[in-house]
Structures are given as structure tokens and as C-alpha cells.
């Protein structure tokens, strides 16, 4: 039996598709004739933050992908999957790696309660504190010590996306592509730019470039 919950999701599809419809009697057709998005968005799958919304962006305008505390990770065919569409067929040319204070998984990381299968991918968060752990070991307040490791994270996995070969094939061949980190505040709905950015191979450690084939 289908809950009112349940039914109310068909029914604000219709009130949204007639309120689209209303400003703009060609919306879906324009829509209908493919997508050619400026900005890549990889953030947390956190219900508060919403892509499209947090930049005032309309459908269309913004490729997302989603996974607990916007996590990069080298091995993750699902992301690597996306990124490589994202670059080489869409052509995207800003990437917006974007945390979000309060983040359940970056929580989870500084703990050490079990939850299961997610072991495994909190484990990749643990590694940014080890990372950053002399930093981070000198804040003594819990609030603050969560806030700057929020950020932390967010700015390894713009490094982590930028280490990649789709992102250094890209800046081989000359296209432009931006990368870009984000922390975004739920309690305010402002987002903190990390002034963490990458544009070419150059700004990349030699130890991290590969070499072109």
C-alpha cells in the first residue's frame, strides 16, 4: 500500500511540471535536447545540501555526483566513471569539490564506533587526518577541531582529483579545466571558498604528474 508520504512525491511532480510550465512553456523541450553544464559538482550525499539549489542553479546547469563526505578516491570506479564523462564527452570546465560542515562521515572518522560495510570508505577520511594530524592536534575545541578537519578533507580530494590522469590528460590537450574547493555551512547557507585551486600540470608535485603517452 502506498503511504500519503509516497503519494504526495506524484503529486508535487505535477504542481513542479505545471509551475515550470507556467514561466516557460518550452522548459522540458528545451531540456529534452541534451545538457551542456558548466560546473561538475562532487559533493556530500548529506540531504541539507543540495547542488543545484546552494548556487541558485537551474536543471541543466549542473553535473553532480554524490557519496558520503564528497570523497575522491583514486580506486572508485563510480566516481572515476562520472569524472571521465563529466571532462572528456560534456567538457565541463569548473569542478566544485564541496564539503559541508557537520558532516556525518567526517564525524564518523574522528571516532571509533564501527558501522559496518561504511568501515571501509570512512577509512579514506582517516587517512586526510593522518595527513594533517600535527595541525589538527593542537586545536583543543571539539567544534572547531571538526570544522577544520571538514575543511582539510575537502582539500585533499581537490589534490586527489586533480592527481588523476582524466584531469592531467585534459590539461595535456590544452582544455580548460578548473578545480575548485568548497566548504558549505548548513546553519547559514553561505559557502566558505578554500582557495584551494588547480588550472594545469604545472601546480601539480612532480612526484604526482604522469607522464604523457
Known amino acids: 500500500m502506498k503511504s500519503d508520504f509516497y503519494k504526495s512525491l506524484i503529486e508535487n511532480n505535477k504542481e513542479w511540471v505545471l509551475s515550470k510550465l507556467d514561466s516557460d512553456p518550452e522548459f522540458f523541450k528545451k531540456l529534452e535536447k541534451g545538457q551542456q553544464p558548466p560546473l561538475f559538482w562532487i559533493g556530500c550525499s548529506d540531504s541539507r545540501v543540495p547542488a543545484n539549489e546552494i548556487i541558485g542553479g537551474k536543471p541543466g546547469e549542473v553535473f553532480v555526483?554524490?557519496?558520503?563526505?564528497?570523497?575522491?578516491?583514486h580506486s572508485d570506479m563510480n566516481m572515476l566513471s562520472v569524472l571521465d564523462y563529466a571532462v572528456n564527452v560534456l567538457k565541463i570546465k569548473h569542478i566544485i569539490v564541496c564539503g559541508h560542515y557537520g558532516c556525518g562521515g567526517v564525524k564518523a572518522a574522528l571516532g571509533n564506533k564501527s558501522y559496518g560495510l561504511a568501515d571501509n570508505w570512512i577509512r579514506h577520511i582517516r587517512d586526510v587526518y593522518r595527513h594533517h594530524q600535527v595541525s589538527l592536534g593542537t586545536i583543543k575545541d571539539k567544534s572547531e577541531l571538526f570544522d577544520r578537519f571538514v575543511e582539510y578533507n575537502t582539500m585533499e580530494q581537490v589534490y586527489?582529483?586533480?592527481k588523476t590522469s582524466i584531469v592531467q590528460n585534459a590539461w595535456d590537450r590544452g582544455q580548460d579545466l578548473y578545480l575548485h574547493g568548497w566548504v558549505y555551512g548548513v546553519g547559514t547557507g553561505i559557502v566558505k571558498d578554500l582557495d584551494v585551486n588547480f588550472e594545469c600540470n604545472s601546480q601539480l608535485e612532480e612526484f604526482y604528474k604522469l607522464a604523457v603517452v
Open 65 to 73: 555526483h554524490r557519496n558520503i563526505a564528497n570523497m575522491v578516491v
Open 160 to 162: 586527489n582529483l586533480a
